[in-house]
């Protein structure tokens, strides 16, 4: 299926994270374009939106950037509910749990329920690090190499954007060649879904580890919704109550194909 595109898209509602506002990597124009196309009664903002820990390496904030907050505050005086949750790269704003913020519900984390009556956990994920052993290659993407890669990233689609291509993540392509990474990940997903189903619920939302995917261990959903540095991807579930994994296209590109798509059994 395809992201929709035309008029307003109502959808019920809308988990987003790893935006990582404040670094240049962030693909905020793509988000903005996301935002100001789907209308949600609610947006779960799962973790990193802001990266505070970029901020420690220089301030960077271009307007864009700036214009993504304004865009979910606006949504959030309009009657959208918004609740966010942070990461680890916004850990600091863990303060503010338990808080309304500009109309903003901040929570450690929470349960949504789908239309259908299933429970959802809604976390950044982080929590789930400890659970995971990483090799030294996976430690190494984790950290300084991955953000080099990340820098690398970023320059190559500046020069791709010159000849008229598309975002194109190096990352994501370095990730599928490092034979561990898929071992990790999977790891990483059971100890998500084993926390979800230890407290009696049908299957947990998060991000954090910035790949998208919808998949069920042991009767239990696992969806995580991606990312906005590498993907560009969102969780949504519509109207109808059912769940899907939107690839969000650039602004110029309205063809693009979703990630996957998760049917609510009946």
Known sequence: MNPPSGPLQPVRTVFLSDIHLGTRECQAERLLDFLDSVQADCIYLVGDIID????????????????????????????????????????????????MLAGIEVRRECVH??????????????????????????ALLGTQLYDLF???????????????????????????????????????????ASEAARRGLDGIVCGHIHRPAMTVYDG????????????????????????RLWMWPEPAIRSQPVVSTWRQAA
């Open 150 to 192: 990340l820098r690398w990233g970023y320059r190559l689609n500046r020069i791709r954007r010159v000849f008229g291509l598309g975002h194109w993540s190096l990352v994501t392509w370095l990730k599928s060649r490092v034979g561990n990474v898929r071992r990790h990940v999977e790891r990483f997903e059971r100890a998500a």
């Open 220 to 243: 239990v959903l696992y969806c995580n919704d991606g990312d906005w540095v590498e993907h560009a991807t969102t969780l949504v579930e519509d109207m109808h109550g059912e769940l």
């Open 113 to 138: 329920e789908l239309r259908d009556g299933r429970r959802l956990l809604v976390a950044h994920g982080d929590e789930f690090d400890g659970a995971v052993k990483c090799g030294r290659v996976m």
């Open 52 to 99: 505070l820990w970029a901020f420690k390496g220089g301030f960077y904030w271009p307007p864009t950037h700036a214009a993504v907050l304004r865009a979910i505050l606006a949504k959030a005086r309009t009657g959208t509910r918004i609740v966010y949750v942070p990461g680890n790269h916004d850990e600091s704003c863990r303060d503010f749990c338990s808080q």
